[in-house]
């Protein structure tokens, strides 16, 4: 009876992970729907897109992440990360159906604002909830399903992409079917939302001990009733509102701020969101046609999936911080290798175009499978529980904000200094995060800084 019960529990936690991880899924395949999409709706006929104006299409997403990503944790924090979710959902939905019907250029830009108000919000809501509902034993693999099911979330939105633009690529609004597909998981999250538990962590900071007890021991947490009780004798220093002038204050918390705004600013300077929003014209770019390159879209993403889920796997049980080093020395050699790749003059365009692709989902692969899963499971585990919402929205708004800065750029960048030299740019870049992590980014002092914040200070 009693291992029927824990399996029962297992199962709860496991369905709450998968439904959880959704929001990552969207994340992945709003950010990667785009790539197929883009060629499409610039066309004359259609939306008829100049390179400037395909970034801001591109960037208008990324700026409704910043907002999402900076208000999720307030909005989390007072009325739960349950519901959060479940709004995300909504935002996913209605804002996916109006990118579908946008008319023009501007109208366009607006829808995907609004859309990546929900991506933002998801990418600063699913790693941090999936911390608070999984046991440590669990908590390093079940934040990684949301990392995994990012790359899958893109690899479905490439496969999608390349059925369509080469079924019927010669139908002008093709691209308008691409963008509504992303309508189906946002509906089968939203249904799901209502049958999750909510987050234990989050009623101990509503005082609701009882009702987090219950959910700790619904969701396998083997000590719940400590886990309560700590919580209990320390209720008489928790206040109703955040302080951020008394957070500031404390050289600890300030550390850990700081950490992890680096963190979020290591993981978008690699470079791999302008493959992954412009990925089928690059590949036009260095000579494969429109069908080809939507193909390649697809090997790119499967092997990123396949990367993902060993890389994971090995990160778990090793030290982060170190492993984020390692990550980064592959992007930077990756990264050399292509652009070296397409700057010698000795291979036949075909041949090119094999060794462009190799080397490009080897970079991938390397980024996909260390270093983004990584960055987001050492921000996922640093903060102390009551301030990990709102620290959360920063660093997640960082990379949000970061990657508006190099996905509006990234269009004039290729088309004034070439692929070739962006390529090194973006190397230069990962040598850049190198340093950082080697610097700031340090496993023990992160822990030393955990343990020592009071409790009273936060609040």
Known sequence: MKSET?????????YCVYIISLGGFLFGYDTGVINGALAFMSKADQLDLTPASQGIVSSSLVIGACLGALG????????????????????????????????DFWSMSLFRFILGIAVGAASSLSPMYLAEISPENLRAANINKNAIFIVLGQLCAFIVNAILGNLWGNWGPIWRVMIVSAAIPSIVLWINSFHIGGSPQWLLLQKRFKGAKKLFQELGFKNAE???LNQEDHKSQQHAT??????????????????????????????????????TILLERVGMGQGGSLYANILIGFVSVIASIFGTRMIENTDHHRILVIGLIGNAFFLTLLGLTMRVDVFSQSITNILVLINLTLFLANHQGIVSPVT????????????????????????????FI??????????????????FVFAATNCLSIVLAIIFVKGSKIKSAYQKIDGSTIK
């Open 6 to 14: 824990a399996n029962d529990r297992f199962n709860f936690l496991n």
């Open 72 to 103: 999720c944790g307030r909005v989390a924090d007072k009325i739960g990360r349950r519901k959060t979710l479940r709004i995300i959902a909504i935002v996913f939905t209605v804002a996916t159906f109006l990118c579908t019907f946008a008319m």
């Open 226 to 228: 400590d886990l309560v």
């Open 242 to 279: 955040f302080n951020w002038r008394k957070v500031l204050q404390n050289q600890h918390l300030t550390y850990l701020l700081a950490t992890g705004i680096i963190v979020a600013l290591i993981q978008q300077i690699s470079g791999i969101n302008t493959v992954m929003y412009y990925g």
């Open 376 to 403: 987001w499971l050492i921000l996922a585990e640093m903060f102390p529980t009551k301030v990990k919402a709102q620290f959360m929205s920063v660093a997640t708004a960082t990379t949000w904000i970061t990657n």
């Open 406 to 423: 190099i996905s509006l750029i990234y269009p004039q960048l290729i088309a004034s200094l070439g692929v070739t030299l962006v390529f």
